[in-house]
C-alpha cells in the first residue's frame, strides 16, 4: 500500500480496497499459527490530505475473524473494525520562535504519533497492520453470557452442568467466614 506523495492533490486523495489478510507479514503468522481465521478480506477506506508538509491519513478497516473464545474456547465470528488516524512526515516538524524554559521537555517521534519516511513515497502497510492487530479483543467472547469451563472437570458449563464437589477449600475466601464467628 503504497502512495507516491506527487499523486496527493490539493483536495485529498481517496483509497477504497479490499486486501486479502496475508497481505499484512504479521496478520499472516498468525492465521498461520491458527491463532486467528479471517473470513473474509479487510475492507480499508481512507481520505489521504497534504497539511503543512506532513501527510494525514485518516480511515477505517472493517473483517470478520474466527478466534476461539477466552472463556470456553469455542470458535467465534467477531466483527473487526475500527479508524484510524496516521501522521506522517519527512522530518519532524521545527518550532519556529519558541524559547524552552528549563520545566519544558522535548518529544520524540513516537511521542507526537507522527511516523517518518524517505523519499517520495510513504508505505501504509506497517502502520495499517498495526491498527488492525490493536483492534483485535483482548478476551474474545462466545457471548456475553459464557460461563467457560469447569476448572476441575473442564466440562463447557455452557453445556451442561459440572457435577464436581467443591468444598470450602476450593474458596480461598473460606477462612474469612471463620474471623466473623
Known amino acids: 500500500m503504497r502512495i507516491l506523495v506527487e499523486d496527493i492533490k490539493e483536495n485529498g486523495l481517496s483509497i477504497n480496497t479490499h486486501k486479502n489478510p496475508m497481505f499484512f507479514p504479521i496478520i499472516a ?14 475492507i480499508i477506506d481512507a481520505e489521504v490530505k497534504l497539511i503543512h ?25 467477531i466483527p473487526l473494525a475500527s479508524s484510524f488516524k496516521l501522521i506522517y512526515s519527512q522530518k519532524i516538524p521545527e518550532i519556529i520562535n519558541h524559547e524552552f524554559n ?12 507522527i511516523i517518518t519516511f524517505n523519499g517520495k513515497e510513504i508505505n501504509l502497510r ?26 476441575g472437570c473442564g466440562i463447557d458449563l455452557n453445556e451442561s452442568i459440572c457435577i464436581c464437589k467443591k468444598t470450602e477449600t476450593d474458596n480461598p475466601f473460606a477462612v474469612l467466614k471463620k474471623l466473623i464467628s
Open 29 to 42: 503468522d498468525m492465521i498461520n499459527n491458527k491463532e486467528c481465521e479471517f473470513l473474509s478480506s479487510i
Open 53 to 77: 508538509k506532513m501527510i494525514e491519513v485518516q480511515g477505517s478497516f472493517e473483517s470478520k475473524i474466527r478466534i476461539p473464545c477466552s472463556r470456553c474456547l469455542k470458535e467465534s465470528d
Open 102 to 113: 528549563e520545566n519544558e521537555i522535548e518529544l520524540t517521534e513516537a511521542e507526537m504519533d
Open 126 to 151: 506497517d502502520a495499517i497492520q498495526e491498527e488492525i492487530i490493536m483492534s483485535f479483543p483482548f478476551k474474545p467472547l462466545c457471548k456475553k453470557t459464557c460461563k467457560g469451563l469447569c476448572p
